[in-house]
DNA sequence: AACTTATTCGACCTGAAAGTCAATCTCTAG
DNA sequence: CTAGAGATTGACTTTCAGGTCGAATAAGTT
């Protein structure tokens, strides 16, 4: 992965990585504090900068919400493509999915975001648009794991948001540092999950 | 149940009654379209009153919302109690409790809401005892199904996040009358539940 | 009818947070 | 070394939603 650090006098590499920075700590905020009780100076501030050269980097604070949920979606794009030919059926290979996932939550810090009814517009429909294909990705998985009969057939949609609602309200008690590591409450969700699905 | 109707005359009664619709119908708001994205002069409005006549009946909008949750703790502890000494084993007691729980939410309208961080002080700090004791009740009946054999080992907590979690998520796309009826998820989300902690 | 109390409203106040801008500091290319 | 682009800021404006208040209306009581 290329770094700031890699080119630290090319002007255009810095500017991407702080505004990377920027999205990445307001995240981290919104995901804590909720999006609309967390203030541009607050964000500025845990980066050691004034409200005004936020704006340097981004056009709104709505924008920084969009940014933040495109940043998960494209992860769960890139999840879903790994995927891709692995597994030697519908169970196995929504486990390695729904571990991959999980592994996002926990490892890296993303968030899903709740917070879709205070994007706009455009905004609100690209995001929603993103969620919905992944949304898809998953059903339609679910639906290979139950023609090859790995996955016991009931409505798909349910089952897919039965256990995708888990992984939502990670974001709400998950604690990095906790008591409870991320690699065990993978492996727990990926185990339940599973089992909940199977024939 | 005793309803506004059946004292027409008495005041308190009717002025109660008034507080509760504009709670209930405040609630179906900020279920929608979040806390943050609901104005009071939105929930007077579907009420046919104007915003002022609102703090008639509540003191904020903060109280607004500790109110919400209150409620849905209320009716989650009346569940708790209602099974006390039902089932056969720990499984059994938790299939009813959770089926009892998809209920509230599918057939009775009631939300978990997320927005905790938007309480301050002593409504945060109420708020939190009450889910914290609702967690605790449910976590003892998981435990007491891995005692007696029923659930499978493993860390109670993970396990009854991952499926209040399922339950969360219902908030953000359950539509009554939509394809899905309640009944049906709530039949679904036992059974997936179940399956996925069952020995 | 007169009086009291409950309920509702229009108009106003207020504070917080988003967003702007001209001025300033800081690099680095030449 | 210095000119000019890049980066940052303090101070300001704007907007909007929560909340208040005294007046007006409705309802109930005697």
Known sequence: MTTNIDQPFNREVQYAAKRLAVIRSAAGAFRRRGYHNTSMVLIAKSLGLSKAALY?????????LYECHIM?????????????GQGENGLEKLKLLYGAF?????????ALLADVDSLKGEFQATVLARRGKI?????????????DGSIKKSDPKVTVFFFMGALNWLNVWYEPGGRLSGEMI???????????VAS
């Open 102 to 110: 999980a592994a996002l939550m926990t490892r890296d810090g993303l």
């Open 186 to 196: 993978a492996d727990a969700f990926v185990e339940q999950m599973s089992v909940g």
């Open 56 to 64: 340097y980097y981004v056009k709104s604070k709505e924008e920084i």
């Open 72 to 84: 998960v979606y494209g992860a769960m794009d890139e999840a879903v493509k790994s995927v891709r």
């Open 135 to 147: 949304e898809r990705a998953v059903t339609r998985i679910v639906e290979g794991g139950m023609k």
